[in-house]
């Protein structure tokens, strides 16, 4: 391609992580381009989140590099890294909210606590009411974690990572254990995420139906919902990854996807059925 | 065959390095103060009932026992002397921080080991926060504080429980146990002693609890195992920090 490539927001630059003797990840690279969309498959112990950890530097490598924005998470110290920390957004597995902070002060907290973030006093309220209001769950503030359900969970957990407006977020596994209703719901909410703020997206999953809507539905923010993305109005380009036992087997479009013979690739593919 | 010794030297290694963490975080910002005056309510105010209740019944069944022993020798008179060296130099320290371990080195345990394995360490790393200042130091300066402190409550209520008994079962009056409690101690010797072993206690109370919290792995199974492990190891610490101190202070005074 002739034109000039977008600046790169994160690289693997052959990484490998050990627990225990074992390869979590082993010689893992790619580089993910702003506005870029990357879903990432694998099966169970894949490798999957610790990739993403190893992404916010929550992880160091045994070997390798891992460059965010330009800078080299692996030589910063625990302090140095709150700063790069505060420009990737993450949703954890199981959401992660602090159980003893109200809905409200959770989605505050990076708000609050990032010292890179300069957020003056009185605008936090409005912030989080707003950040709140686009995961659909104004009124919620003073309720605890426990009094949600997994599904309310998992959106204030993403109004948590967004809240902030970084350019680059972290999503592992947004739809594990939830019903297919409040999946479509919570990947809706990714795409208008996406779409809305323009941010680059890494997106951990084992369902083939979520990297499949990530990719190919677009959202409409005059209409309010998804719509299918043809290929002229395609908002951001979604590049497939897939995982196994730690090593990057796949990296490329949708297309090469499900043209691959891989028994192992051509798995996640079958799901969609 | 060596494996189980390396095992020991790196845990024992991790715990002095997040011990040391957390009290140089002591010093440096952000200082989180509402969280250590939660954890003094906690850990201070909470233990308050026990450790008066183990207090009151512990000197009281130290001068019942000790005024049969003194019987022998025609000195029960001297059951509030017994009775003062013994929670003051021993009781007192060792008691309190026994029952605040079990209470609070477990509940530490528990609380970081869920926050552990449902990722909420992870993600307050994320959003901008060190997990040993947040969590470990108030913890520390708390039960610092509050220890020593409640050693103080438990020694004058044991002190009071001998008093109900020499007062109702060995006939002593008022003037003479109280006389005898308040010149048994050695000054400033037994009080230095009395605080500095709880003061020790609370670190390694509050510390064992966030160790063991800390490195919870293995979902809600680990958890009991994190909270079990960390009563089990300062509840021996305790001990045998309280001979090595109880060996420094019988050296220097000779008492």
Redesign the interface.
């Known amino acids: 391609m002739a034109d000039a490539s977008p600046p790169s927001v994160l690289c693997f630059d052959h990484v490998t992580v050990r627990f225990e003797g074992s390869d979590a990840l082993a010689d893992v690279s790619f580089e993910a381009f702003e506005g870029e969309s990357r879903v990432i498959l694998g099966a169970a112990g894949s490798g999957k989140t610790v990739l993403l950890?190893t992404a916010?530097g929550?992880v160091r490598p045994d070997a390798g590099r891992v460059l965010a924005f330009g800078r080299d998470l692996t030589a910063m110290t625990?302090?140095e890294l709150?700063e790069i920390?505060?420009r990737?957004g993450?949703l954890?597995?199981?959401s992660?909210?602090?159980?003893s902070l109200t809905i409200e002060e959770n989605v505050a907290?990076?708000l609050q606590?990032?010292?890179?973030?300069q957020c003056p006093e009185n605008e936090v309220q409005p912030r989080v009411d707003q950040a709140l209001e686009f995961v659909e769950l104004a009124g919620t503030q003073e309720k605890f974690p426990s009094e949600l359900s997994g599904g309310m969970r998992r959106r204030a957990a993403i109004a948590?990572a967004f809240i902030t407006n970084p350019p680059l977020i972290l999503y592992d596994s947004p739809t594990a254990g939830l019903d297919p209703i409040t999946s479509h719901t919570i990947i809706a909410l990714l795409i208008k995420e996406r779409d809305l703020r323009h941010t680059t997206t890494l997106m951990v999953t084992h369902r083939y139906q979520d990297g499949n809507l990530i990719a190919n539905f677009r959202y409409n923010s005059e209409q309010g919902r998804l719509e299918p993305a043809s290929n002229g109005n395609r908002s951001a380009r979604t590049v497939f990854m897939v995982l196994h036992e730690g090593r990057l087997v796949f990296e490329g479009g949708q297309d090469r996807l499900e043209a691959s013979t891989d028994p192992y690739i051509s798995k996640f593919v079958k799901q969609r059925v | 065959m060596l494996a189980p010794l390396i095992q020991f030297v790196a845990s024992a290694n991790d715990f002095f390095v997040l011990t040391g963490r957390a009290i140089r975080n002591i010093f440096r910002t952000p200082h989180y103060g509402d969280d250590v005056f939660t954890q003094m309510d906690v850990i201070g105010v909470g233990s308050l009932a026990i450790v008066s209740i183990t207090g009151f019944f512990g000197g009281a069944v130290m001068a019942l026992q000790m005024s049969k022993a003194l019987a022998t020798y025609g000195q029960v008179s001297k059951t509030g002397t017994i009775v003062s060296l013994t929670l003051v130099r021993e009781f007192g320290p060792v008691l309190t921080g026994l029952m605040v371990a079990g209470r609070n080195a477990s509940g530490i345990a528990s609380e970081l080991g869920s926050m552990k394995v449902t990722e909420q360490i992870d993600a307050m790393r994320a959003l901008g926060t060190d997990p040993v200042q947040k969590l470990v130091t108030p913890r520390l300066i708390a039960t610092c504080v509050m220890l020593p402190l409640l050693t103080i409550i438990s020694d004058f209520i044991g002190m009071f429980g001998g008093f109900l008994i020499a007062m109702v079962f060995l006939g002593l009056s008022a003037k003479l146990y109280w006389t005898s409690v308040w010149q048994a101690l050695i000054w400033p010797t037994d009080p230095i002693q009395g605080l500095l072993k709880p003061l020790v206690f609370a670190v390694v109370i509050s510390m064992v609890g966030c160790y063991f919290g800390l490195r919870t792995t293995g979902g809600t199974q680990g958890v009991g195992r994190s909270t079990t492990q960390a009563v089990v190891a300062a509840t021996v610490l305790i001990f045998i920090l309280d001979l090595m101190l109880t060996k420094i202070f019988v050296s220097q005074t000779g008492a």
């Open positions: 950890k916010l929550l625990e302090r709150f920390r505060s990737i993450m954890f597995q199981e992660a909210l602090f159980d907290y990076p606590n990032q010292k890179s973030i948590r």
